[in-house]
């Protein structure tokens, strides 16, 4: 007999044994296991990583740190599938998407074409009427003498929107306001003017605030459409319900882009003015606004 003790193949498989990461050697008889797959470049692929704290056994071991470690296996496999994946979707997408959403020409089926950006007042097509895109201060939307006529001495206020600092590519505003001079009575003249894509909301809505009795304050005395002025127009004229001194002569008028309402305030007691005479002055005050869009 030799010397040398002959080793029993059931030992020598403790961490004792081998070094970390190695694989343990076969039982005789049995085949050698599979060598784990390098990454490139000599690195340990994820099927190599050493066995996390907890779990030591090979694939038929059982309890807990067995299924730890199968668990840990799965995963690995798991994250390699899918980091494989997303680099050929990566790679074969490429420059397919630069004209459209979904990588698709726009026009086949599937393909979205990418927004654009935001339209201004003037890309907008009105239906019918004038596309409007430049529009001067408040205080010269209606003209010296027109102010001059309808309402003696009066000075303009400009809104703080009236200079063009609050304009932007969807919607210009001006509300400018004239009042009288005159300490013996009360008259105003006031301008809303709105330019923009939603211009028949606007209308809409300049409409139904000319038409409301504000819960019980105003009385709605009686509207009629104007003819030759923009594609639509109304006006509406109103008086305090309490004290009934206070009247108002009011246009709304629509054209292409461009929504506007031009009040006529006044005093029945001493301005001396009528009804008639605040509807007109309000219907010229619109002619001139109008006239001053390009």
Known sequence: ?????????????????????????????????????????????????????????????????????????????????????VGVVVATSGDDDKDTASGKPAGVPGGVAKPKGPKGPMDEEPAGGKAYSKVPDGCELIK??????????GACTPSAMDKGEADTPLMITRMPRWES????????LSVSLTIGASVKGQYDLKKRSALNDLNGTLEVEGSRPVKGLGQEALVVDTVDARQGTMAKGEVVVRDGNASISVEFNYSR?????????????????????????S
């Open 269 to 293: 007691d001493d301005s001396g003015t009528t009804r008639k005479q605040a509807d007109d002055a309000a219907i010229t005050a619109a002619r001139d606004v109008l006239g001053s869009l």
């Open 181 to 188: 001079d005159d300490s013996a009575s009360y008259q105003s």
């Open 144 to 153: 010296a003498s027109t102010v001059e006529k309808i309402l003696p001495g």
């Open 1 to 85: 007999m030799s010397e040398n003790p002959q080793v029993d193949p059931r030992q020598g498989f403790g961490e004792a044994h081998q070094g970390p990461g190695q694989v343990p050697p076969p039982m005789p008889g049995q085949a050698p296991p599979p060598v784990p797959p390098q990454a490139p470049g000599g690195a340990p692929s994820a099927w190599s990583q050493p066995v996390p704290p907890g779990g030591t056994g090979g694939p038929g071991a059982s309890g807990p740190g067995g299924g730890r470690s199968r668990a840990w296996l799965i995963g690995g496999a798991a994250a390699l599938v899918v980091a494989v994946i």
